[in-house]
C-alpha cells in the first residue's frame, strides 16, 4: 500500500472513530437501561421554567422545574417504550412542542420512528401533530406562535457497518398549527441537519450541517437565500466539529461547544464558543474541562443554561444543568429533586 493510501485510510478511521464517540446529538437515543437527565432544555418565555427530559430505564418523560433548581414537576409521561424528547415552549409559553421516539421490532431488524406532539398547558391535553411513521427530530416555534418549523430524516440507517444507525437525507418543513398544513421548504436530503432555530424578528433561521465540514446556515424565511457560516477559533480539532448551535435574543451571536481540548486518554473536551456573526470568529467562554452541550439562552438576561455531561466517553451519559454568564465568568449548578415513581 503506498505512503498515500495509509495516510488516507489512517484518517478515514479516525474520523469514523470520532463519530462513534461524539455520539450525544439531538436526534441521539439514550443508552439501554439508562436513567437520568437528558440533553436538552428549554426555558420559558418568561425566563421562569426550565423544561427538560429524564429517563426512566430508557424511557424519558418531560418534567418542568424553576429556572433556579428545586422540585420537578412532571408535565407529560408516555406508554411505556416510548420516550418524550427535545421540548421546545412556544412563545406565550402555554404549550411545548416535543418529539416521541420509540423503536419496533426485534434486536438487529430494530427501526426507530417518531412524530411530533404537543402539551396545552392550559388544558392539561396531549396532541399528536403528525400521525406518521416518519424520523422527526426537532421543531421550533415562530415568534407569532402560529407556525412549526421541523426536521425530518428520510431513512435511519448507517453508512457503514462500524458506525451505529442515525437519520439521513433531512428537510426542512413548516407546518400551520391552525390548518395543521404541512409545507415543504428544502429538498436537500442532507447527510445532517439539526440544532434549528429561528431569529426573534421571525426573519430568518439558524441549522447545522455538514458539507466537507461542519457549518452553520442562516436562511431568510422572506426569500429562502442561504448564508453558509464556518466559524474560526482556537478549537484543538483545528477544523470546527461544532455542536448544539444556538441565537442570542439579538440575532448577532451563537453559542455553541466545539472541541477546546483532549484529556488524558485523547477524548475530545467540548466547551462552550460565543461567535459574533459578522465577523465569525469563535471565542471559548467555559472552562467545564467537561463535555459541554445544548446551550440556551435566557430571554430577558444576558446567561445561558448548558448541559454538562461528566462521562462523555463512557456507556452512560452523566447530565446535569448549569446556568453561567454569556461571557462564562459565572457559572451555577441548577439542583433538581425529582418527584418518586
Known amino acids: 500500500m503506498s505512503l498515500k493510501m495509509k495516510n488516507f485510510s489512517f484518517i478515514t478511521g479516525i474520523v469514523l472513530l470520532f463519530f462513534i464517540l461524539r455520539g450525544a446529538g439531538s436526534f441521539a437515543g ?33 418534567y418542568t422545574v ?21 421540548p421546545k415552549f412556544s412563545p406565550d409559553g402555554d404549550k411545548i412542542v416535543f418529539v416521541e421516539q420509540w423503536e419496533e421490532g426485534e434486536k438487529e431488524q430494530k427501526r426507530r420512528y417518531s412524530q411530533l406532539r404537543i402539551v396545552d398547558r392550559t388544558d392539561q391535553t396531549v396532541e399528536i401533530l403528525m400521525n406518521t411513521r416518519d424520523y422527526i427530530t426537532e421543531a421550533a416555534f ?7 418549523y421541523f426536521l425530518k430524516a428520510g431513512v435511519y440507517k448507517n453508512y457503514s457497518p462500524i458506525t451505529s ?7 426542512m418543513f413548516r407546518m400551520d398549527l391552525k390548518t395543521k398544513e404541512i409545507e415543504q421548504l428544502t429538498s436537500k436530503k442532507a447527510y445532517s441537519m439539526s440544532s434549528l432555530e429561528l431569529s426573534s424578528d421571525g426573519d430568518r433561521l439558524m441549522y447545522k450541517t455538514y458539507g466537507n465540514r461542519d457549518q452553520l446556515v442562516l436562511r431568510s424565511l422572506k426569500n429562502g437565500k ?11 480539532s483545528k477544523e470546527p466539529i461544532i455542536s448544539s448551535p444556538t441565537l442570542s435574543p439579538d440575532g448577532e451571536h451563537a453559542v455553541f461547544s466545539d472541541v477546546a481540548a483532549t484529556d488524558e486518554n485523547g477524548t475530545f473536551v467540548y466547551e462552550g464558543f460565543r461567535m459574533d456573526l459578522d465577523t465569525r470568529q469563535a471565542e471559548q467562554i467555559t472552562s467545564f474541562h467537561e463535555h459541554v452541550s445544548s446551550p440556551v439562552f435566557f430571554h430577558k438576561q444576558d446567561k ?8 462523555f466517553a463512557g456507556a452512560d451519559p452523566e447530565y446535569s444543568y448549569w446556568q453561567i454568564s454569556a461571557d462564562g465568568e459565572e457559572r451555577n449548578r441548577i439542583t433538581i429533586a425529582m418527584p418518586e415513581e
Open 304 to 311: 445561558l443554561i448548558v448541559t454538562i455531561n461528566k462521562n
Open 165 to 171: 444507525e442515525r437519520p439521513h437525507d433531512f428537510d
Open 226 to 236: 442561504e448564508e453558509t457560516i464556518v466559524p474560526a477559533g482556537d478549537f484543538a
Open 66 to 86: 424553576p429556572v433556579s433548581g428545586g422540585e420537578a414537576e412532571l408535565l407529560a409521561k408516555p406508554d411505556e417504550g416510548k420516550s418524550y424528547i427535545n
Open 30 to 62: 439514550a443508552p439501554e437501561g439508562f436513567s437520568g437527565f437528558g440533553q436538552s432544555t428549554d426555558i420559558s418565555p418568561d425566563d421562569s421554567e426550565l423544561v427538560f427530559s429524564y429517563f426512566h430505564g430508557d424511557d424519558a418523560a418531560l
Open 142 to 148: 415562530s415568534p407569532d406562535g402560529e407556525l412549526l
